[in-house]
């Protein structure tokens, strides 16, 4: 699940299944390179009589397999190995079957009758350990016969029989929804919740929570929070995490029974577990928002979250840097549960600059009148240390400073001058940076301190400080003497400068001209002239044009515009957006809460494609799935998408959005129809339907008038623009042949290579492949695999007769031999002039051993 708790698996490792008994494979003559013959030694020492040969054959073909050796033709020596009553080595045998299951599926089939037979096994740790493998066995054959033996231990007298067969069940969903629900083991999952060992309690709520992700079957209600937080104090800190998760998804009926809640899984905040620790904060913020605001419980309650919040920060640094990355969360949210502990955020001199970094954060945002002073004495520290990042931070932590306490602006200020007195290059210019915003927030109050800042002019060299210092001339031009002269030295390289310079030079010369036009009369001119003469970037040139035109045509409308004057600036300019912090504190101890965006910005779609184009059956919000809100009944998502998903991008893209109804957008007089959701792939792959092409407006030569004639820029004449015409859709093969002359620009996908050749019906080479389309031509990529115990080399590639005529125009002679379990992949330029024939097309591949 994307919801791990990523900080308890910093500081405890969940249960190993084989530990032990890799652990106890450590000689390393089990790991000595391939010998001659080496397979059919292995395979008569799996057939001995003797019980140690054989247990020490099952070793040797597990440490071939774990150095990625091909052992798969050993398959049913090894499964003969699972009649015995040793453990270890049924263990081993489960291992090996695990992994070439999937490869072997046919040959799978024949363990079956074995994994029944130890699923009735006397041994519960055999019992487990059969029901656990035909769970991790991912084959479909087998998926039938595992119904009965999963639910016998579902109903297992051993608890560790029960917990096991509950994680069964979310694997054999993953495999297998419909029979999952045929079979009636959601309901079997329900009624572990009610189970007397705590344990099974908490693996049953993680498989269905796990199940939820994909459709919920099942919601918690009051009766089931009762049975959870009585297993709560009971069970392991994992099984604790996976309840509190569920809890977090639990809307409480009325106030009372969200203080009961809170009450009972407060003591889980003095855990040892920083996982169990944060899973717990998320509940209680939760809670808290659903609570009345002025309620003397809230009071109580957040003086609890601030003390294992602290301790946190003692712990490695990795677990500091994600615990860092939630607090950051909750100051956002709720400040005044952390307001009194600012110097647990003081930053040491051994802390890796990661944790520096998110400190800094958390001191801004806790910053205010009563702590100010300690706040700057420690920021002009940390911009005298060598780390150059975290000196340019601090620099504009001070800034920041000023902005959001006005109080302590006129320190912050001074503070930023000692700085500049060092003469230390990127301590100046981060301090010019922070300047201009505190000129943009306290205005006409601190310009006595320009004169400072244009003595270090010259040794300005990063285009955002460069920008600063313009935009400073600029605004004081009328207050600076030789502020035409400073301009001027700037516009002598202004072809080499930044984008962002440039546009700014641009209205710092305007700004000059409007204010002091005598001495800016020429300046101006030629800066406009390097703008939209001389340059070819768009933005550059657009805002050089509507500057020209609002002077030539009238200069007092062009003050309004440009002298205007300005909004002030926030104080806190990076902060979450609102929706997006709700949904993040929803997943505080995730990942979510560490990258700082919702599980759909980052969880690969591929794991269910096109899943969340459909609102009607999708959480947007990414809370946990066992959510009992009226919204989620309905089917309603009840928060709004922040940041959309991969998927919903490229369905809005291809028009498959199915609730979207057909759109018209106006442009240049005509209208472009927008396409339905089954016409989307349609115009995709040329299948079909008509798409009207805008003509582009033509310019006329003559055009009566010219606002640059005031300043001597004549109107160029226009050129006619041709319209040009689409032609029409032919249709998908046309597409992928080249007939439209519009497939090269419109279809850019390129399918997935597939599986054209598996390695256990070609002695080993395995082939996957796909078409693509280049410039024009057709191309064949392919991946072979060599699953041998030998090498692969000259390699040759052969169609046979096709509807299509394509053949094969190269061979892939270059390639160089294939070494065992290596890949190399090339591409081959393919023809149509072959014969035509078969509605199939055929790939012969062959190699010379």
Known sequence: MFSAQVIGALSVNPEKWFDKTIRNMTDSKYFTTTKKGEIFE??????????EKKKEAVKKVIASMTVGKDVSALFPDV????????????KLVYLYLMNYAKSQPDLAIMAVNTFVKDCEDPNPLIRALAVR?????????????????????????????????AVCVAKLHDMNPALVKDQGFVELLNDLLSDANPMVVANAVAALTEINEQKTVIEVNSQMVNKLLTALNECTEWGQVFILDALAGYTPRDDREA??????????LAHANAAVVLSTVKVLMKLIDIMPAD????????????????????????????????????????PDILKQEMKVFFVKYNDPIYVKMEKLDIMIRLAQQSNISQVLSELKEYATEVDVDFVRKSVRAIGRCAIKVEASSERCVQTLLELIQTKVNYVVQEAVVVIKDIFRKYPNRYESIISALCENLDTLDEPEARASMIWIIGEYAERIDNADELLESFVEGFHDENTQVQLQLLTAVVKLFLKRPGVAQALVQRVLSLATQDSDNPDLRDRGFIYWRLLSADPAAAKNVVLTEKPLISEETDLLEPSLLEQLVCHIGT????????????????????????????????????????????????????????????ADLLSLD???????????????????????????????GDVSVPSVPVQSAHNPFDPLAGLGLGNPAAAQIPSQQQPAAIGGLAEIFGTNALSTNTLNYNYPKELLLDASKAMGM????????????????????????????????????NSFGLVPAEQPNSLAPLLPNQSQNFTIACDTTGPVQSVFIYSFIQNKK
Do not use: W
């Open 766 to 801: 395995q082939v996957e492949g796909t078409f693509i389309r280049k410039s024009g031509r057709i191309y064949m990529e392919l991946t072979i695999t060599n699953k041998a115990m030998q090498a692969m080399s000259n390699f040759a590639v052969q169609f046979n007769k």
């Open 295 to 334: 309620s003397e419980f809230i009071t109580q309650l957040t003086k609890k979250l601030a003390p294992p919040m602290v301790t946190l920060l003692s712990a490695e640094p990795e677990i500091q840097y994600v615990a860092l990355r939630n607090i950051n969360l909750i100051v956002q949210k709720r």
């Open 133 to 165: 493998t035909m769970g991790c066995i991912r084959v479909e054959k087998i998926t039938e016969y595992l119904c009965d033996p999963l639910r016998k231990c579902m109903k297992d007298e051993d608890p560790y029989v029960r917990k096991t067969a």
């Open 591 to 650: 990942l979510a809460s560490v990258y700082h965006k919702p599980p759909s910005a980052f969880i690969d779609p591929a794991k269910a494609p096109l899943r969340q184009i459909n609102p009607t059956t999708t959480n947007t919000n990414g809370a946990n799935l066992l959510d009992t809100s009226s919204s989620s009944r309905n089917g309603t998502s009840s928060a709004p998408t922040v940041i959309p998903s991969q998927d919903q991008v490229i």
């Open 79 to 90: 499964v003969n190995c699972m009649q015995t009553d040793n453990v270890e080595l049924k």
């Open 42 to 51: 292995l395979k008569t020492e799996l057939n001995s009589e003797k019980k």
């Open 259 to 268: 203080q009961n809640i809170c009450e009972r899984i407060s003591p889980r």
């Open 658 to 688: 199915l609730n979207a109804p057909a759109t018209t957008a106006a442009f240049g007089g005509n209208t472009m129809s927008g396409t339905t959701s089954s016409g989307g792939l349609d115009d995709l792959l040329g299948l079909g």
